[in-house]
């Protein structure tokens, strides 16, 4: 069954840089994208950008644009979500989940991980 | 830029039908989905490519989408329905939007 397990929580200081694991099993990695959506406490979903595990290639949300780097090493089937400068309003949980298709009209988010806490705090 | 908005909250009695809302410019020409999101758990889609339900999704949960607004539709709706709801749709670009949430309370 397909499962997507992410790192666990952080905690870390304003400046500073974070990396977030997901580690995708029961499926073809390489085949599907993953999506990074983070979530602040009492708010609503923000998407961050995507990786295709396949070519590396990236696409971030202009509003993280220089500040977020997404990655992969295919053998252990991982996407990693890097994200520098910190701030305060950084804390949210971050989710890595697997885009349903490569289309940009069509994807749909079909499995999440469970997600990543971020305590971003002086 | 592109926005999709959604009423922050909405209250039905048990089997009464939930109609959730989400607006955006000409959104009826591309598609939506919608996810649940219940307390301390992570997004699960109940609607895709507008209408379409995954497997496991109870009868109750349809969708619409046309002009400027998709519709999830929640028919008569249970305790357990009660969620937070998110549209989600492509910008035309390179970005993914989700609107803003809506809140369900069955009481």
């Known amino acids: 069954q397909v499962q997507v397990v992410q790192s666990g929580a952080e905690v870390k200081k304003p400046g500073a840089s974070v990396k977030v694991s997901c580690k995708a099993s029961?499926?073809?990695?390489?085949?599907?994208?993953m999506h990074w959506v983070r979530q602040a406490p009492g708010q609503g979903l923000e998407w961050m950008g995507r990786?295709?595990?396949?070519?590396?290639?990236?696409n971030y949300a202009q509003k993280f644009q220089g500040r977020v780097s997404m990655t992969r090493d295919t053998s252990i089937n991982t996407a990693y979500m890097e994200l520098s400068r910190l701030r305060s309003n950084d804390t949210a949980v971050y989710y890595c989940?697997?885009?349903?298709?490569?289309?940009?009209?069509?994807?749909?988010?079909?499995?999440w991980g469970q997600g990543t806490l971020l305590t971003v705090s002086s | 830029s592109y926005d999709l908005t959604q009423p922050p909250s909405l209250s039905v009695s048990p089997g009464q039908t939930a109609s959730i809302t989400c607006s955006g410019e000409?959104?009826?020409?591309?598609?939506a989905c919608w996810y649940q999101q219940k307390p301390g758990q992570s997004p699960v889609v109940v609607i895709f490519?507008?209408?379409k339900r995954p497997s496991g999704i109870p009868e109750r949960f349809s969708g619409s989408n046309s002009g400027n607004t998709a519709t999830l539709t929640i028919s008569g709706t249970q305790a357990m329905d009660e969620a937070d709801y998110y549209c989600?749709?492509?910008?035309?670009?390179?970005?993914?939007?989700f609107g803003g949430g809506t809140k369900l309370t069955v009481l």
């Open positions: 989940a697997r885009g349903s298709s490569n289309s940009w009209d069509l994807a749909y988010f079909d499995y």
């Open positions: 029961g499926y073809t990695f390489i085949g599907y994208y």
């Open positions: 990786i295709n595990p396949k070519n590396g290639g990236t």
């Open positions: 000409t959104l009826g020409d591309k598609y």
């Open positions: 490519e507008d209408s």
């Open positions: 989600q749709a492509w910008d035309g670009t390179t970005e993914i939007l």
